[in-house]
């Protein structure tokens, strides 16, 4: 949920469109990178390799970024700032967008948007954390075998 303190701009009367707006520079590959980077100097604290901080923090934030893309509003992602300001989507959008808000989010259209990001998100996420856990118990125990 990192990328999304973009929202506090509002607040602030940055406009949507700005770079700085939501789904601006947060939202983009550089940042995603910077936040890898920065999880670099917790792997000693976090007793894992620099290679695995780096990664699972850039990927994870790089995929709040694309789960926006699939979404069906708002103005798309920054994903290539600072090179560019352009917004993109992704090609297919099944995800319904979010209203921006707590207040605005208990409503009919926030349960469309619970139930929508349930089934495009969640599921597939268990799905492919659950594949993941059973090829490594898999693996674990086919060593331990051959052991």
């Known amino acids: 949920m990192l990328p999304d303190l973009d929202v506090i701009g509002f607040k602030y009367g940055i406009a949507y ?8 520079f947060t939202h983009s590959i550089s940042f995603s990178v910077f936040i890898g980077v920065i999880g670099l100097f917790f792997s000693s604290y976090l007793k894992s390799s620099k290679i695995m901080i780096f990664s699972l ?9 694309i789960l ?15 090179l560019s300001e352009t917004r993109y989507f992704m090609p297919w959008q099944p995800i319904q967008v979010s209203p921006i808000g707590i207040k605005n989010f208990i409503s009919e259209r926030g349960l469309r948007v619970l139930q929508s990001e349930f089934f495009w998100v ?26």
């Open 122 to 147: 969640w599921i597939p996420a268990i799905i492919f954390s659950g594949s993941l856990l059973i090829t490594r118990l898999s693996l674990k125990k086919l060593l331990v075998k051959n052991n």
């Open 68 to 82: 926006d893309a699939m979404t069906n509003g708002g103005l798309g992602v920054a994903f290539f700032w600072p």
């Open 57 to 65: 923090l850039t990927f994870s934030t790089l995929s709040h970024a």
């Open 17 to 24: 469109h700005s770079e700085f707006g939501h789904r601006g």
